[in-house]
């Protein structure tokens, strides 16, 4: 850091992150600019939201580390009785069961259980040594198997990808030994077909096979794909140009404000405009690393690296989804698609690695 | 115990294990945007052009817009077929809401019935959310402003406005005119035939009858094009290019209005036709045949059971009489016969024979009845053209025998396609020894001859050949083919009919047209002429021939008794004439079906027709000439 000592220390004292909220803010732009090309009924809402996201985030810079620490069992086994609550008495919508009715609000937990699970992981496996040891290592994946299970028979198989990740990136960055790690990819691989003939609903199996050849039902299944990489495709090295792309504008492009923005945004910005939008992300990126790696204990290092790493999935999940090289499964652009839940939860998580950051340094004075 | 573990961490080991890994994840970032560039770049940069004109074949929509079909003209200006804007309501579904409370609005506003809401449903169920479909056709002018003022109650919901045939004289002219109706499956194959798909894509109409069919060609006109922007729904956004169709040309008929309103009403409830056509021209003023139907009835699509009637109905509405009406010619031919006479030395001008009231076949004993009982004495061929004399021309076919008479009388036209630019034709029946033999597989009796000697028999003619035959006789041997084209507007210049290939007749001694022709004039001026009554105290000459047909044939000495005959079987009142007789202008032929007799009934209407020509028309079109 090449600020000045008086910068650091406001900052400090805030418990805010500079950098982070620097790529936060130009991201947060790039969504609004988006979304009013989209429609400009979608800013103001999302201007909302995203004061109380930053405001989310703000308040969890101020929680100490331990304090994180202390709680996390607590609120784990909480998520967890959450989410069998939802599939007892959740709220159906769109052929899965999601919400939870709180009377004044709809809510759902297994958005928290992303956040939740790194930490889960982490108390589990810095309460040893590392590396991680065989034993702790299946334990813990037990700790990420009973919640994404959950998530997945919701059905939200988008949520549960997260989630799942989010666990095991912990382990990964624990230290587990490549063997496990292959043994591991070699199981998943056989669960593939599990998968696919138990736990997979119709709709879900035909966004996969379109997937792999999205032409074989251009006005059916295959219809968003298709249209979503002619956005793309057409967007060229320029772009259209801002409010130009017609294939958002003539409304060929299906949730234009959530899933497919990217493809909006590529229509019209171009393949310049996606390497600008692919640095700044690297660049966040890339600062949530260092904090990780300066984090001062096992369980903050882990926590902070499991939560860039899943605001990696996020990014890599939808764009290669909506640019056809993974399958159709709903999980938006991180901070540009429209959205509460999932943007609170991001920065709830920025505001995270921020604690972490900013509060060690006192301790180690 | 935990502190205890705590403390005997080696924590530089695990930050050096964490950073480690952080490493191969950083790289894996890296590879995994390295894999999401390169996709994109491929899509964005390789695939760019393809994507351009896919994104662009999706908003971009090429639309035929068909061409106005041309408008039909009377020689006076006066519309016979134009296109009338139909106003209908239709719905995209996708873009309303609270669909059934806005129908049930509309029920109220304008009176919305269950059945047209239980069709649109149904109709709906058929097709896609954002495709229009129809609410209500054919709105009224005031439902259409009381919709409009409260269109943006109803989003979604919109008027279409569109070009529908209408003949605003209905009946009058459908004989005429025919009609357009929706293109068939059959129309689909003969335009594909022709090559001419493409000019009528968008079209949904063409025409199927009469003008309406046979100038189809001038009417239709070519379809533009339309290149417009479309969202994801197929509405339309912006134009981007447009070449407007060339619509279809307007023509002006032959047909005179007034003269064939008329007509028409001279007809009444008479089933029959009438044609008046100009001699020196071969335009047809007016052409009917009764009854008739509303056109109009087949441009919105008749009803099968409307339609059966119309097939089924006992009087044959849709049969065009005055070009497929095949009826017995009678007397009205014998001017003809007498040239013939003439010409083959069979008689001169003053060969005389005695009439006793019937004739019988050189040896044999079949007698012939003249129509008048007691015979007309001692007759020469323009007494026996006058007073309609049977026996004289019963001796005279005979002499000159059918292998003569069938060629002369083909000469004229009888037997043949008039060339009328009518589709619908035929050619009736102009018998000989081999017609007889095909189709009856039996010989020609001398009998047989005689009918035809008078116009009965085999021999039937239709209208249109009777007029043009009439009108050869008053162009002494000329032949003109009838038209009822007059020309196309804007194209400046009057139309020609196409050139008929066939010769003027020529007669031994041009005199003999003198002989048949005064003869005709003396029908109608002579005392003893069979149509003076109906013809006296005109400001012009006329020349005629009356005409009965027998319907039925009736034994040999039966007599004729008009009340004791049941109304269909009773005889065609017939009468041919031109107008003035020095200098023939026109020419018309009546056809009464199972009036009685031709100079009695068929007479005074062709004297209401010349009276109409001489006494308005003409004198208009004279004024016409003068100020123009």
Redesign the interface.
């Known amino acids: 850091m090449v600020s000045t000592k008086a910068q650091k220390s406001i900052f400090y004292r805030l418990h805010i992150d500079p950098w982070l909220l620097l790529g936060i803010f130009c991201l947060m732009g790039l969504s609004l600019i988006t979304l009013y090309s989209v429609s400009p009924d979608w800013v103001m809402p999302q201007l909302i939201r995203l004061a109380i996201a930053i405001t989310a985030m703000l308040v969890m810079a101020q929680i100490p580390p331990e304090v994180y620490q202390r709680w996390t069992p607590a609120v784990f086994i909480v998520g967890v009785l959450l989410l069998i609550a939802v599939s007892v008495f959740g709220h159906t919508g769109k052929g899965a069961q999601r919400w939870l009715d709180l009377g004044f609000t709809k809510f759902q937990p297994s958005e928290i259980m992303k956040l939740i699970m790194p930490f889960a992981v982490a108390y589990y496996i810095s309460q040893h040594t590392l590396p991680v040891r065989l034993k702790n290592a299946v334990i813990a994946l037990l700790i990420v198997l009973v919640p994404t299970l959950l998530i997945a028979k919701q059905p939200d198989l988008g949520t549960s990808i997260l989630v799942a990740s989010s666990g095991i990136f912990v382990l990964f960055l624990s230290g587990i030994s490549w063997l496990y790690i292959s043994i591991a990819i070699g199981a998943v691989l056989a669960f593939v077909p599990i998968l696919w003939f138990y736990l997979m609903h119709d709709y879900q199996r035909t966004r996969v096979m379109t997937l792999f050849n999205p032409e074989a039902d251009p006005l059916g299944a295959g219809y968003h794909i298709i249209q979503s990489k002619i956005a793309i495709g057409s967007g060229g090295v320029w772009g259209k140009g801002w409010l130009q792309g017609t294939q958002s504008q003539l409304e060929f492009l299906p949730e234009r404000h959530t899933d497919f923005i990217f493809s909006v945004y590529s229509e019209e910005f171009g393949f310049v405009g996606i390497l600008l939008l692919l640095t700044i992300y690297l660049f966040i990126i890339g600062r949530g690393l260092w904090i990780a790696n300066q984090a001062q204990d096992a369980f903050t290092k882990l926590v902070a690296g499991s939560i860039i790493l899943t605001f990696f999935v996020y990014i890599f999940v939808n764009i290669g989804m909506v640019s056809g090289l993974l399958p159709v499964v709903g999980v938006p652009l991180a901070l540009i698609s429209y959205g509460g839940t999932s943007i609170v939860t991001l920065l709830a998580g920025f505001g995270v690695l921020m604690s972490f950051n900013t509060h060690k340094r006192f301790n180690r004075k | 115990m935990?502190r205890k573990?705590i403390n005997?961490?080696?924590?530089s080991?695990?930050?050096a294990?964490?950073?480690r890994?952080?490493l191969v994840?950083?790289i894996a970032?890296?590879i995994?945007?390295g894999?999401?560039?390169s996709?994109?770049?491929y899509?964005?940069?390789n695939?760019?052009e393809?994507?351009?004109t896919?994104?662009n074949d999706?908003?971009i929509n090429v639309q035929t817009v068909p061409p106005n079909r041309g408008l039909i003209y009377d020689r006076n200006g006066i519309i016979l077929a134009e296109n009338r804007p139909v106003y209908s309501l239709q719905v995209v579904v996708r873009k309303t809401k609270n669909l059934t409370e806005k129908i049930d609005n509309l029920r109220d506003m304008l009176g919305l019935t269950d059945k047209e809401v239980e069709s649109f449903y149904s109709r709906n169920r058929y097709s896609r959310s954002f495709k229009p479909v129809l609410l209500r056709d054919q709105l009224s002018e005031k439902e259409v402003a009381l919709f409009t003022v409260n269109q943006h109650l109803f989003k979604g919901f919109s008027i279409q406005a569109n070009l529908k045939r209408y003949y605003p004289f209905g009946e009058a002219f459908t004989h005429v005119l025919g009609y357009i109706a929706k293109i068939n499956s059959n129309d689909i194959k003969r335009i594909d035939e022709r090559g001419e798909t493409a000019r009528y894509r968008g079209t949904h109409y063409i025409g199927k009858l009469g003008i309406e069919k046979y100038y189809e060609e001038l009417l239709h006109g070519k379809p533009g094009q339309r290149q417009v922007?479309?969202?994801?729904?197929g509405k339309v956004?912006r134009v981007l290019n447009f070449t407007p169709p060339i619509p279809g040309k307007d023509i002006k008929l032959n047909i005179d209005i007034q003269l064939q309103l008329k007509a028409q009403n001279l007809l009444g409830d008479t089933r029959g036709s009438i044609i008046v056509m100009d001699t020196r021209t071969g335009g047809v003023l007016s052409l009917v045949s009764n009854p008739s139907y509303d056109p109009n009835l087949f441009v919105q699509g008749i009803s099968s059971k409307k339609y059966n009637e119309l097939l089924n109905s006992k009087d044959r509405p849709l049969i065009n009489r005055a070009t497929q009406g095949r009826y017995p010619p009678a007397s009205t031919i014998k001017p003809q016969m007498a040239l013939l006479a003439l010409d083959t030395n069979v008689i001169t001008e003053h060969t005389k024979i005695k009439d006793p009231g019937w004739w019988i076949v050189p040896g044999s004993k079949r007698r012939f009845r003249d129509w008048k009982r007691w015979g007309h004495g001692e007759v020469d061929v323009n007494h026996a053209i006058e007073q309609s004399c049977d026996t004289f021309f019963y001796d005279a076919s005979y002499k000159i025998g059918i292998d003569r008479i069938n060629p002369f009388m083909e000469k004229f036209g009888f037997g043949q396609y008039s060339g009328l630019d009518l589709g619908e034709e035929t050619k009736a029946i102009m018998p000989s020894r081999e017609w007889k033999r095909e189709r009856y597989n039996a010989p020609w009796y001398d009998g047989d001859t005689i009918s035809v000697g008078i116009g009965q028999g085999y021999w039937t003619v239709t209208p249109i050949q009777l007029t043009q035959a009439t009108a050869t006789l008053a162009r002494r041997g000329e032949i003109i083919t009838p038209h009822i084209l007059h020309s196309i507007v804007g194209d400046g210049g009057e139309f020609t009919p196409p050139v008929q290939a066939s010769q003027p007749i020529k007669l031994k001694d041009e005199h003999y047209w003198d002989i048949a022709l005064k003869a005709m004039y003396g029908v109608t001026s002579n005392t003893r002429g069979t149509g003076h009554r109906a013809f006296a105290n005109t400001s012009y000459t006329v020349a005629g021939k009356s005409g009965t047909a027998q319907v039925i044939n009736m034994a040999e000495d039966e007599e004729y008794d008009a009340e004791n005959i049941s109304e269909r079987h009773r005889d065609n009142a017939m009468f041919v004439a031109f107008a003035p007789y020095e200098s023939p202008e026109i020419v018309t032929t009546v056809i009464l079906e199972n009036a009685g007799g031709g100079s009695s009934n068929g007479a005074p209407i062709v004297r209401a027709l010349f009276d109409e020509y001489f006494d308005h028309i003409k004198t208009k079109d004279k004024l016409d000439e003068i100020d123009g």
């Open positions: 935990a573990r005997i961490r080696n924590h080991a695990e930050s294990l964490f950073m890994r952080t994840v950083f970032i890296i995994a945007i894999v999401l560039i996709n994109l770049y899509l964005q940069i695939s760019f393809s994507f351009q896919r994104s999706n908003r922007e479309v969202d994801s729904w956004i």
